[in-house]
């Protein structure tokens, strides 16, 4: 049996790090100059910006004013939105108002119903057309529907 090793060229040897170090020492002058380039083609721009900043930070002032009073105006819930919910709000509470007081006053019919002879005795005259001894009850005709009163105009 043979166990000799042979030299695998798959195997990479890692630079030292003394070595990684004077390769990027290397290219300091050329990273230089790539930055004293990109600088000179900006500065033009970066003395605009400088000139005008405080032009820029009040124009940026004002859109972030001018957002925010539309947002707090027209946004989700703004001012408009509450003032709509405030007044459906009311209409409700106008609505639940009258509710209870129909409810308070069937409450009290219903008491006075299952009380009261008096009030038992009216319901008894008015719904069942009933009468005392001697009484005359008038009972008014049924009132007639629309399509029934035609004219003699009307059928020509």
């Keep these: 049996m043979d166990f000799r090793v042979k030299q695998l060229s798959r195997i ?6 003394h070595q990684s170090f004077k390769l990027l020492l290397d290219r300091v002058p050329q990273v230089e100059a790539l ?3 990109s600088l000179e083609g900006l500065r033009p721009t970066l003395q605009w910006l400088y000139g005008a900043r405080r032009r820029l930070a009040t124009c940026s002032v004002v859109l972030l004013t001018l957002w925010l009073f539309l947002h707090v105006m027209f946004g989700a819930n ?3 939105i509450y003032r709509q919910k405030r007044a459906e709000y009311q209409g409700l509470q106008e609505e639940i108002n009258g509710l ?3 409810n308070d006053r069937y409450t009290g019919q219903i008491k006075a119903l299952k009380t009261d002879p008096s009030t038992i005795e009216k319901e008894a005259r008015e719904q069942l057309h009933y009468a005392r001894p001697g009484e005359v009850i008038y009972v008014a005709p049924a009132p007639v529907p629309s399509q029934a009163r035609e004219t003699n105009a009307a059928r020509k």
């Excluded at 990479?12 to 790090?17: A, D, E, G, H, K």
């Design 100 to 102: 209870q007081k129909e």
């Design 78 to 80: 703004g001012m408009v």
């Design 12 to 17: 990479r040897v890692l630079p030292r790090p």
């Design 35 to 37: 930055a004293h380039r």
